[in-house]
């Protein structure tokens, strides 16, 4: 595929690395802090069984209703029409299949703007925010003997009654660094108690991943494709994808609401206050990232963009994109907005 880009930046004209972004990002310098964005694909976000109630109901026939005639109007029109979509409706049963017949595909690309961190940087990042919590839980009466606190103290709730928080066991994603090449940012997902120099990285595609810190400021607007049997691409309401998305989630029962103490708002308070402290981490395997573009400084802090293209993988994980021309159409106009998005962003570091 020879897509063409166009810089739009503010910098030198955009780069393609190639093939092989370990080799790339060892020998390349993207500045911790910096701003990427990250093009993602996955074709498994629509729920395969979707709760009805009337007002989405409602809702679901004013979208089919503005819709132009297309051949994913004549499936949620099925959808609706379903034995057990209208059982639901009518209150003998909760839950129907969002069933599209045929070798059908929902496609979302979405756009991804994370704050580039190497290892060490990321070491320093979570031990900065830990030695800042420390601070604040011990300020708010943590660190004594257990025995202190009654069995009700509201400290228990938040990791125990030390200064330090009490970690739960087999939580979160692991990760081993890649150690080859040394490339930053790039692990090996759900790696624990494996040695990495044993692994051959042929065999362990699926867990390569990119793990760094996401942005709040993270674009809104995926691009939401449809693909049907003959590998026509047809481009969907980004509104209706979103309701379609959450509105028909299985119902969530209300918590009751819990009474907080003035103390312990304060103390949340100062969780809040901690620098960094409601940035999530995010982890991306590599095989779903379509794309990133990002900037390079070298020693005389020359700036300059570049982008790595995983399309051979992306069309080998998704042989039904086979349109390549209307693919190179949404790759280029994604990596056009990108290169835009993490322009501004640099531009204020």
């Known amino acids: 595929m020879n897509i063409i880009l166009e810089s739009e930046l503010k910098i030198t004209q955009l780069r393609k690395i190639g093939k092989n972004p370990y080799k790339f990002l060892s020998m390349n310098v993207i500045p911790n802090g910096s701003f990427v964005s990250i093009g993602y694909i996955n074709?498994?976000?629509?729920?395969?069984?979707?709760?009805?109630?009337?007002?989405?109901?409602?809702?679901?026939t004013a979208y089919i209703e503005s819709l132009p005639n297309s051949?994913?109007?004549?499936h949620l029109i099925s959808f609706q029409n379903s034995p057990k979509y209208q059982n639901a409706l009518a209150g003998k049963g909760?839950?129907?299949?969002?069933?599209?017949?045929?070798?059908?595909?929902?496609?979302?690309?979405?756009?991804?703007?994370?704050?580039?961190?190497d290892n060490q940087a990321f070491a320093k990042f979570y031990g900065d925010r830990g030695e800042a919590e420390q601070r604040v839980r011990a300020n708010h009466g943590f660190g004594y003997a257990d025995e202190d606190y009654p069995e009700d103290d509201w400290r228990r709730k938040y990791g125990g009654v030390g200064v330090n928080r009490r970690l739960k066991r087999n939580t979160g994603n692991q990760y081993i660094p890649l150690s080859d090449g040394n490339a930053p940012g790039f692990y090996v997902y759900g790696g624990?108690?494996?040695?990495?120099?044993?692994?051959e990285?042929?065999?362990?595609?699926?867990?390569?991943?990119?793990?760094?810190?996401?942005?709040?400021?993270?674009?809104?607007?995926?691009?939401?494709?449809?693909?049907d049997a003959d590998g026509h691409i047809e481009y969907l309401d980004n509104k209706l994808m979103s309701w379609l998305t959450y509105a028909y989630k299985r119902p969530v029962a209300a918590k009751e609401v819990e009474v907080i103490n003035q103390e312990e708002q304060e103390f949340l308070?100062?969780?809040?206050?901690?620098?960094?402290?409601?940035?999530?981490?995010?982890?991306?395997?590599?095989?779903?990232?379509?794309?990133?573009?990002?900037?390079?400084?070298?020693?005389a802090k020359n700036k300059q963009a570049f982008c790595w293209l995983n399309d051979d993988r992306i069309l080998e994980l998704y042989p039904y994109l086979s349109n390549e021309d209307k693919l190179e159409e949404i790759i280029d106009k994604c990596i056009d907005r990108s290169k835009m998005e993490v322009a501004d962003v640099n531009e204020d570091m």
Do not use: C
């Open 43 to 60: 074709d498994h976000v629509i729920k395969k069984q979707m709760s009805v109630n009337a007002a989405d109901d409602e809702q679901l």
């Open 71 to 74: 051949k994913f109007r004549d």
């Open 94 to 117: 909760k839950q129907a299949p969002f069933n599209i017949s045929g070798d059908t595909h929902i496609i979302k690309l979405g756009r991804f703007i994370v704050n580039w961190r």
């Open 192 to 199: 624990e108690n494996e040695d990495i120099k044993k692994i």
């Open 201 to 227: 990285r042929e065999q362990r595609k699926d867990r390569l991943a990119i793990r760094q810190i996401a942005n709040p400021k993270s674009s809104p607007d995926p691009i939401w494709l449809f693909v």
């Open 269 to 299: 308070n100062d969780l809040k206050n901690i620098k960094n402290w409601g940035r999530p981490e995010k982890t991306m395997l590599l095989d779903n990232i379509l794309y990133f573009v990002g900037t390079t400084v070298d020693s």
